[in-house]
């Protein structure tokens, strides 16, 4: 728990460029921007937008936020250090990042002697004077300069001489902040302290030169309240200046060895000030640090303060929006916000659990805006299934053989292939069966489907025939799909929606497939599971059977069902309230 005497750190979000380069990613301007306004309602107070010049997304991305700015983050552009054996004064990528008009600007130069001789194919004091004159030149522009020492910890430790003077040529220019990389993802955690020891020893005894003070147009701060009151300046508060000192020390991990979150917290508790990291952890090949770990990792449990104690309950709601927005699925077994973070299945821990969260929570989920979640299996016990009927609101007595039937019941058809951990919209209906108060929307007489391949052609036509009874009165229709399931589905919706026009609304969100004993062959048992949902909520229905049909049959029917009675509810409630 933070208080107003934690110490401050500082969280910088790369989603929007280092992010993106995740294989398989990909955002439009309007992604970028919407995903730019919720991590700055969550508090971030540094955004990284993108290379403006690199590509022409990203330029007119910068250009609508000058139009209309973030609220409270400070948007950042990212860019190289200028080419070898030119000037930083006429390089084009530089006029691109002045033009996209940011405050900020994140420079990346070469620690690694490997790199600036095979890479760059220049020389070792090339490449320090590229630092020196990109640096120069955007802080004579009115630039402040956050200095990303790219594969720093892999250059120390095979030169750590000329890594260090990397960093001194940032600090000379002017650099306020010391952005130390694990690039490659390959260093460990006690190297990670180690070497942030190392560098802030090394560098406290590094000023800046009589020619750098002349360059620096503004001073560099002499702590993080200094810092913070340049974020502060957008809501018209005085900047306050002190003399400059040495720049802050940041860090920026990858994940190639899934130690990324373990790194940035060793560099914290070595020294760095600011954390950089992606939502979710997504980037190139293995990730980036995630910021949905780190920050309740470093605010709960480390006495960091990161954001307000509101906007960190939005965390788990801001993790899900990035994953919609970038069309991925949710990790719902990443740590803090994923759906699973927080379940539970084992009869004896649901019950302690009951007792006492502490038991088996590590953190309360309410504080980054998860919840917990009881989950039904064939390893459940009477309490699992108590709770889990609580959470729907629905009351069982213990004592009565209703509870025990119910629970029965689960084990029987888990037995059989069903799985209701995935599939909570089933469940509730096979409660309400068991309890004798399953309401009766309408009933499925019979259908078929029929499919139409044509030789020489990729796709085939399918069409179904319904025969439903809604309050006795049958209804048989029709209706063509792509395939047999989207066929049965339009046709029932066909035939119930003058009985319930909610229906319109239903979509079908997913629909997945497992075959549950596959050395039978086609013969096999196959269990579908089916999300649908109505533009504000999401549930899932299952069915199986040998048959992909009927088992697909039966996970559609329910999520209609299921549907209707949640609209049901809805109307009850409103009716009630009223």
Not at 228 to 248: D, N
Not at 267 to 287: F, P
Not at 414 to 439: N, T, W
Request: proline share 3%; glycine share 8%.
């Amino acid at each position: 728990m933070t208080t107003n005497s934690s110490p401050q750190l500082w969280l910088y979000d790369t989603t929007l460029r280092d992010g993106t380069q995740r294989e398989g990613l990909s955002v439009s301007i309007e992604d970028k921007l919407r995903i730019a306004r919720r991590l700055d309602q969550l508090g971030i107070p540094f955004i990284e937008g993108g290379w403006p010049g690199a590509n022409p997304k990203d330029v007119q991305f910068f250009w609508q936020l000058q139009e209309d700015p973030l609220k409270q983050a400070e948007i950042v552009a990212f860019c190289s250090t200028r080419r070898p054996n030119s000037t930083a004064a006429t390089e084009p990528m530089l006029q691109d990042i002045l033009a996209a008009g940011t405050r900020w600007v994140t420079i990346f130069g070469k620690s690694w002697d490997l790199h600036v001789t095979t890479g760059l194919k220049t020389t070792l004091e090339e490449n320090l004077a590229m630092i020196r004159d990109t640096i120069e030149y955007l802080r004579s522009q009115g630039r402040r300069i956050i200095y990303d020492a790219e594969h720093w910890f892999d250059g120390y430790k095979h030169n750590r001489d000329y890594a260090l003077q990397t960093l001194e040529a940032a600090i000379a220019s002017g650099a306020e902040w010391l952005v130390l990389c694990d690039t490659n993802g390959g260093t460990l955690p006690h190297e990670i302290s180690q070497i942030v020891q190392d560098v802030i020893s090394h560098l406290s005894f590094v000023t800046c030169t009589e020619r750098s003070r002349s360059i620096c147009q503004e001073p560099m701060t002499e702590d993080i309240d200094a810092l913070a009151a340049t974020l502060r300046e957008r809501q018209g508060r005085t900047r306050r200046v002190g003399q400059r000192t040495m720049p802050q020390i940041g860090i920026h991990t990858h994940n190639d060895s899934e130690m990324a979150v373990a790194n940035a917290i060793a560099a914290v508790m070595a020294g760095a000030k600011m954390v950089q990291g992606t939502i979710n952890g997504y980037g190139e090949r293995c990730g980036n640090a995630n910021l949905c770990s780190l920050i309740p990792n470093l605010q709960l449990k480390a006495g960091y303060s990161c954001i307000t104690e509101d906007q960190l309950t939005q965390l788990t709601e801001a993790s899900r929006f990035v994953s919609e927005v970038v069309n991925l699925a949710p990790d719902e077994h990443a740590p803090f916000v994923g759906r699973s973070a927080f379940a539970h299945k084992g009869g004896i821990h649901v019950s302690a659990v009951e007792r006492n969260p502490l038991t088996y929570e590590h953190i309360q989920p309410e504080q980054v805006g998860n919840r917990r979640r009881i989950v039904i299996s064939e390893q459940s016990g009477l309490s699992n299934v108590l709770a889990k009927a609580r959470s729907f609101g629905i009351e069982l007595d213990q004592q009565k053989a209703e509870a025990r039937e119910i629970l029965q019941r689960l084990k029987d058809l888990e037995s059989e292939g069903f799985q209701f951990e995935a599939a909570e919209a089933s469940f509730v209906l096979l409660m309400h069966e068991a309890l004798g108060d399953r309401q009766k929307f309408f009933e499925v007489k019979g259908f078929q489907v029929h499919c139409d391949l044509i030789e020489g052609k990729e796709t085939s036509n399918s069409l179904a025939t319904v025969k439903v009874a809604v309050d006795g009165k049958n209804i048989l229709e029709a209706a063509e799909g792509n395939g047999p399931v989207a066929a049965l589905d339009a046709a029932l919706r066909k035939a119930l929606v003058n009985f319930y026009p909610q229906i319109a609304t239903f979509d079908l969100t997913d629909y997945k497939v497992r075959i549950l004993n596959g050395h039978t062959g086609t013969a096999a048992k196959t269990r579908v599971l089916v999300e649908s949902g109505n533009g504000r909520q999401r549930w899932t229905t299952v069915g199986v059977s040998t048959n992909i049909l009927a088992a697909s049959y039966q996970a559609v029917v329910e999520g209609l069902e299921y549907g209707l009675l949640l609209h049901s509810q809805a109307e009850a409630a409103l009716k009630a309230s009223s």
